[in-house]
Every structure is written in structure tokens, then in C-alpha cells.
């Protein structure tokens, strides 16, 4: 057995491993790979770096699920047909195809540690679940089943299965918006100028009553003069 087909056999039984284990098989490997004067080997063997709960989940789906997580994989390749297609009823047919598949597999995963992580983990688990349905090199990750952290999902995954989000009409729901984002900012300045004229007239007016009453006063204050000698 070669140096490259022992670091892959490592590899798997490394990822295949419970999380707990991880280190301590590691570094087994190290010890023996350096006993057997490999030390390349083991020095790939210690930089493995130990898998995420979420990631050490779904690496044991790819070996207890086998068979489901590549039906999960093949379903991808569907939904990215239809979605080419725009074929309306059968890319929601699929999506709901793969929520079904996805939750069934959150939840075997879920089983497999005994029900002792949290909420992020499920979420982590469905999201890396969803990347490999989502994008083929994600797929391929999941299959071999020695991913280190979870993945995922492209951007707009979702909305990406849906006919009413398909390219052509993304382009020109974004042209709407930008048309509607402009009109509002023409609304914004031509009622910000209207307001700067109300202003400047009612500057002027008040600018004109001011110096009305500073000249009532002023002939007040002479009057009084006149009348106090």
C-alpha cells in the first residue's frame, strides 16, 4: 500500500470517527506512520483537522445513509434540470422533494448523537445537507464524507428553485426596483426644494415684519423723547 492510499484509508477512518475520538486516533496514526519511517505521511496525518459536531454528523450520514445522502445528491441535479427548464410544476414538486429528504436526514443525524446538540448544529446540518444539493463540489464533499466544518448553501438557494426568480425575471425586478428607488428620490428633492422655498419666503417675511417693528419702535422711542423734555 502506497503512502497516498494509506493517508486516504487514515482519512476516512479519521472522519468516520466520533468527534470525541478524533485527536487521540490522529495522532495513533502519526506515531505509527513515523515508526514506519513515513514521516510526510504523518506530518499530512497531524495537519487533519479535527471535524465541527455538525461536520462529524453529516461525514457519519455519508456512511450510515449512504444511499439516501446520494438520492439527496441525484435530486439536486433534477432540481438544477427544472430549474434550466423553468419548469414550474415539477421544480416545486422537487423542492418539496428536497425539504422532505433534507428533514429526514436532519433528524437520522439527530439520532446518531443521541439528541445532545443544540439548534445551531441542526441548522448547520441542514444547510451543508442543502449544499449538496445546491452546488456538485459541496456534493462531492458530503459523499466522501470527511468534511471538517459545515457548508453553505449557494446565495439565493431558496429562491433559486423558484420560476418567479428566474433570471430574466430577477433583472427586472431589480430594474423595478431601481426605476421605484429613483422616483422616490426625485419625490425626496423636488419636496425638500418646495420646503427651502416656503422657508426663504417665510424668511423674508419675517425678516420684513422685523424691521416694520424695529422702526415702530424707533419712532415710539422718539415720541417718548419729545414728550419727556
Do not use: C
Not at 446565495?155 to 430594474?175: E, T, Y
Amino acid at each position: 500500500m502506497g503512502a497516498t492510499t494509506r493517508f486516504d484509508a487514515v482519512s476516512r477512518e479519521l472522519y468516520g470517527a466520533a468527534p470525541g475520538e478524533f485527536v487521540a486516533l490522529r495522532e495513533w496514526h502519526v506515531g505509527e506512520a513515523r515508526r514506519r519511517g513515513e514521516p510526510e505521511l504523518a506530518d499530512r496525518i497531524h495537519r487533519l483537522r479535527k471535524p465541527t459536531t455538525a461536520a462529524a454528523l453529516v461525514n457519519a450520514l455519508s456512511r450510515h445513509q449512504e444511499a439516501e445522502v446520494a438520492a439527496l445528491v441525484e435530486l439536486g441535479e433534477r432540481l438544477r434540470g427544472a430549474h434550466r427548464d423553468l419548469a414550474g410544476g415539477r421544480l416545486r414538486d422537487l423542492t418539496h422533494e428536497r425539504n422532505e429528504r433534507v428533514g429526514a436526514l436532519v433528524e437520522h443525524a439527530l439520532r446518531l448523537a443521541d439528541g445532545r446538540v443544540g439548534e445551531p448544529v441542526r441548522r448547520e446540518i441542514a444547510a451543508t445537507l442543502e449544499a449538496a444539493v445546491g452546488d456538485e463540489e459541496a456534493a462531492r464533499a458530503v459523499i466522501e464524507g470527511n468534511l471538517t466544518t459545515a457548508l453553505r448553501p449557494p446565495d439565493l438557494f431558496d429562491a433559486a428553485w423558484l420560476p418567479s426568480r428566474s433570471a430574466p425575471a430577477r433583472r427586472k425586478s431589480g430594474q423595478a426596483a431601481r426605476r421605484e428607488a429613483e422616483r422616490r428620490a426625485r419625490a425626496a428633492r423636488d419636496e425638500a426644494r418646495d420646503a427651502v422655498r416656503r422657508a426663504e419666503r417665510e424668511e423674508a417675511e419675517a425678516r420684513r415684519r422685523t424691521e416694520a417693528a424695529r422702526a415702530a419702535l424707533d419712532e415710539a422711542e422718539r415720541d417718548l423723547s419729545r414728550l419727556s423734555r
